[in-house]
């Protein structure tokens, strides 16, 4: 396992790598099918995975960490909830993850890494 330690390029965008995710908060402006005005428009934020090395938004692969199924509506209904530590990382005066705002949640693929390098 000692050839895996490679120096860690900012400008490697192929995938030559094994991607590393690891995570992080998106923000991301609220997808209304109403049009409103512009400049009313709210953040939402949530839970996702960045690869370290080229900034590849992945999926998340540790899903029990961040969400709990919990019963609502008297147990008539279910739902999933965050869970503590998952709003700890939401709520911006806790948070220890990296935060990435996505212009287009739908289809962007790749978060920018360029200012996120040291933890
Ligand atoms: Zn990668």
Not at 9 to 16: L, T
């Amino acid at each position: 396992m000692a050839y895996k330690k490679r120096a860690r390029r900012k400008s490697v965008i192929k995938a030559d790598h094994k991607h590393d995710y690891q995570p992080c908060v998106f923000e991301y402006k609220r997808i209304s099918y109403f049009k409103v005005n512009e400049q009313e428009t709210d953040l939402d934020t949530s839970i996702g995975t960045y690869c370290l090395i080229c900034g590849k938004i992945g999926s998340i692969n540790d899903f029990e960490r961040w969400m709990v199924w919990a019963p609502t509506h008297n147990g008539k209904c279910f739902r999933y909830e965050y869970t503590t530590e998952a709003n700890t990382e939401i709520t911006p005066e806790t948070r220890t993850l990296p935060t990435f705002f996505l212009n287009d949640m739908l289809r962007q693929k790749f978060v920018s890494i360029e200012n996120s390098d040291g933890l």
